[in-house]
T-cell receptor, first 109, second 119 residues
Framework: EDKVVQSPLSLVVHEGDTVTLNCSYE??????LLWYKQEKKAPTFLFML????IEKKSGRLSSILDKKELFSILNITATQTGDSAIYLC?????????FGAGTILRVKS | NAGVMQNPRHLVRRRGQEARLRCSPM?????VYWYRQLPEEGLKFMVY????????ESGMPKERFSAEFPKEGPSILRIQQVVRGDSAAYFC?????????????????FGSGTRLTVV
């Protein structure tokens, strides 16, 4: 059965800290790995990764994929209270996404 | 561009009633996907539809659930005889064409969801 596992389940940090969120997967016919941020509403797209070892960056967020070890990490530097959200990892194949349960991040001021 | 519109935002049904969830895709999009998010769990794929066609319903429960995407109007996810276990957030996403994840695609855009509560 296809599986995506995220860790930790939840995390509380202080503003300015750096956090690393983990995502491991076991999916047949892997095509891509995606990260989403979910606040109170719709998941919003952050990154899509298809190749190993190539870091993608957007401001204070960055992500990298290791297709040999079947995992990805999402880094957030200099965290802000606005980063508080659920971070979802998903693996795509065909037209579907298989999601992990998410990591709940809370950034305290 | 109004994005993917879902309504209602919140829906309360008593056990045994029917629930109808609507999804209007982004303008120009003819492909719709439904996902369900149960409490403490990630989103799970339910069904993928094109206009007037169900392409993949491998994630749909076998009974009580159905989906359609007519030529005109929104996509509808219908749940008959709801039970407490159907309480969840239901998200819809749309794309302009068939998405093959990992081939130059950025995935698809989600709507804000419908939160169904069965009492």
């Amino acid at each position: 059965e296809d599986k995506v596992v995220q860790s930790p389940l939840s995390l509380v940090v202080h503003e300015g800290d750096t956090v690393t969120l983990n995502c491991s997967y076991e999916v047949t016919n892997f095509r891509s790995l995606l990260w989403y941020k979910q606040e109170k509403k719709a998941p919003t797209f952050l990154f899509m990764l298809t190749s190993s070892g190539i870091e993608k960056k957007s401001g204070r967020l960055s992500s990298i994929l290791d297709k040999k070890e079947l995992f990805s990490i999402l880094n957030i530097t200099a965290t802000q209270t606005g980063d508080s959200a659920i971070y979802l990892c998903a693996v795509g194949y065909g037209n579907k996404l298989v999601f992990g349960a998410g990591t709940i991040l809370r950034v305290k001021s | 561009n109004a994005g993917v519109m879902q309504n209602p935002r919140h829906l309360v049904r008593r056990r045994g009633q029917e629930a109808r969830l609507r999804c209007s895709p982004m303008k120009g999009h003819s492909h719709v996907y439904w996902y369900r998010q149960l409490p403490e769990e990630g989103l799970k794929f339910m069904v993928y539809l094109q206009k007037e066609n169900i392409i993949d319903e491998s994630g749909m429960p076998k009974e009580r659930f159905s989906a359609e995407f007519p030529k005109e109007g929104p996509s509808i996810l219908r749940i008959q005889q709801v039970v407490r276990g159907d309480s969840a957030a239901y998200f819809c996403a749309s794309s302009p064409s068939q998405i093959i994840m990992g081939q130059g695609s950025y995935g698809y855009t989600f709507g804000s969801g419908t939160r169904l509560t069965v009492v």
